[in-house]
């Protein structure tokens, strides 16, 4: 299995300002996913991270909101922009291996949005 | 919009006996259907996953039935024990085939002592 790092693992952030979230992964995988999970919530998919290209946004997610970069097959960023007391969230990084292995996720970033 | 349907929300076990948490998926890609564990301030775990072209799995106390004809799927866990008190997620791959998992909405087990 893939070990994921996240930083920072949490974050308490005034409202307007902005908080890039970093995902390094030990070991070359195809697929970089982006999760938030709000408190007491499932997990829903904000975007697919793509090495060298734009991110590919779920409905709802915008990329001026999550701007998200991939330079390379073990690293990427989630940027939270303007961020208001909705964006309080556990953000997670999520990797999967080519020919679709399972997919593993870090700890995860608690943002905490005041 | 593709769902999945997760049930129960909650459960509430006694030490030793078995736990049955259920999902039901819409269209998906055949790709593999996954459980994970999660606790508080933690990132969800892999638990067990099972490809479609089996009808179950089994890994230690846990075992994943997989029914194709009727789009659904169960995780069970036998022998259950306090140290299992967890939220459970199933998943099922995006009918897209790109990879994107789709989460149920979470089960919260409690196992008393």
């Known amino acids: 299995s893939a070990v994921i790092s996240q930083k920072p693992s949490r974050d308490i952030c005034q409202r307007g300002t902005s908080l890039t979230i970093q995902c390094q992964v030990d070991?070359?995988?195809?697929?970089m996913f982006w999760y938030r999970q709000q408190p007491g919530q499932s997990l829903t998919l904000i975007a697919t991270a793509n090495q060298g290209s734009e991110a590919t946004y779920e409905s709802g997610f915008v990329i001026d909101k999550f701007p998200i970069s991939r330079p390379n097959l073990t690293f990427s960023t989630l940027t939270v922009s303007n961020m208001s007391p909705e964006d309080s969230s556990i953000y997670l990084c999520s990797v999967r291996g080519q020919g679709y292995t399972e997919a593993f996720f870090g700890q995860g970033t608690r943002l905490t949005v005041v | 919009q593709q769902q999945v349907k997760q049930s129960p929300q909650s459960l509430i076990v006694q030490k030793g006996g078995i736990s049955i948490i259920n999902c039901a998926y819409e269209?998906?890609?055949?790709?593999?259907f996954p459980w994970y564990q999660q606790f508080p301030g933690k990132g969800p775990a892999l638990l067990i996953a099972i490809r479609p072209d089996v009808s179950e799995k089994k890994e230690g106390r846990f075992t994943i039935s997989f029914n194709k004809s009727a789009k659904q799927f169960s995780l069970h866990i036998m022998d259950s024990q306090p140290g299992d008190s967890a939220t459970y997620f199933c998943?099922?791959?995006?009918?897209?085939?790109?990879?994107?998992?789709?989460f149920g909405q979470g089960t919260t087990l409690q196992v008393k002592p």
């Open positions: 070991s070359q995988v195809t697929m």
């Open positions: 998943a099922a791959p995006d009918i897209s085939n790109t990879g994107k998992l789709i």
């Open positions: 269209n998906t890609a055949f790709d593999y």
